[in-house]
């Protein structure tokens, strides 16, 4: 298959019109993709594939009308580069593009997350209960809040369903170091435990080093969804939340209490304390 640019150029028309704006709507199409999976690199990569392979074919064109000679070889090459980034580009966002195509087809708009508001202030509750208690132990965590159904089942699937009422204890159990789920995530829809021992795709920005697998993941995922990531660190107990790829690290119990009440879409507490401290008395009772 070969280009005749320079032919081209020399018949502008009407319907070049039609296709200069189409190439300037993928170009900015790609440009949003790559912006808001910041790798910028990546779209600099295809730009610069297809700019040589435009670049060769019309000198091969010049050459082969001036001097006769053929570079047949070099514009299958640069050809078959170009489909070659277009091939590798969909399978390295291909969970990306699913991602896409379900909420076009609204695939997950059947997820029923309809839970009361001092539902899910009891919710919120249970988590800063479990928060605290793992960070004071050291043991490691990822919770994901997902309160508009954005996690779609191939992420639920790496882990086990549990559907589940969502507890302090549970959430303890279940990030315990001899438990099976511990590794993975839990994803929390409402007042109920949706998914336990999820595995995330990871960030590909540089982060700080003391920042380990969880922080990634968590920073990961809420890159490519609307979720609320807390993060407990096993090494040093340090609570950190995640939203739009942005991390705020030593959350104290009342900055986390306000960042999932955002999550939950609820009124902040009158009174946080007294609330906070029947929390823990009734965790302690059960």
């Known amino acids: 298959m070969t280009y005749n640019f320079v032919e081209f150029f020399k018949n502008l028309n009407a319907f070049a019109a039609i296709d200069a704006v189409l190439l300037v709507a993928v170009l900015a199409i790609l440009f949003v993709f790559f912006i808001y999976k910041r790798n910028v690199k990546m779209l600099l990569i295809l730009l610069v594939g297809v700019i040589l392979d435009i670049g060769i074919n019309v000198l091969a064109e010049v050459v082969s009308k001036d001097k006769g000679a053929s570079l047949e070889i070099a514009r299958y090459i640069t050809h078959f580069m170009v489909i070659f980034e277009i091939v590798v580009g969909c399978v390295v966002y291909q969970s990306d593009f699913k991602n896409i195509f379900q909420k076009i087809s609204g695939a997950r708009k059947n997820i029923d997350m309809h839970s009361s508001e001092d539902e899910l202030r009891d919710a919120t509750l249970e988590i800063l209960t479990a928060c605290q208690d793992m960070a004071k132990r050291d043991v490691g965590a990822i919770i994901i809040i997902d309160s508009v159904g954005d996690i779609n089942d191939s992420i639920l699937d790496t882990g086990t ?51 380990g697998t969880r922080h990634r993941a968590a920073i990961g995922v809420t890159e490519d969804t609307d979720v609320l990531s807390i993060v407990v660190s096993e090494e040093t107990g340090i609570i950190s939340v995640v939203k739009h790829g942005e991390i705020k690290r030593y959350m104290t119990m009342d900055k986390l209490n306000d960042e999932i009440e955002n999550a939950y879409g609820i009124a902040p507490s009158v009174n946080r304390e007294g609330q906070a401290s029947k929390g823990h008395r009734n965790h302690k009772l059960l």
């Open 161 to 211: 369903r549990l559907d589940a009422v969502l507890s302090a204890q549970l959430l303890e159990s279940i990030f315990n170091t001899k438990a099976p789920l511990h590794d993975g995530a839990v994803v929390v829809r409402g007042n109920r435990i949706v998914a336990a021992g999820c595995f995330l795709t990871l960030t590909q920005r540089n982060v700080n080093k003391e920042m």
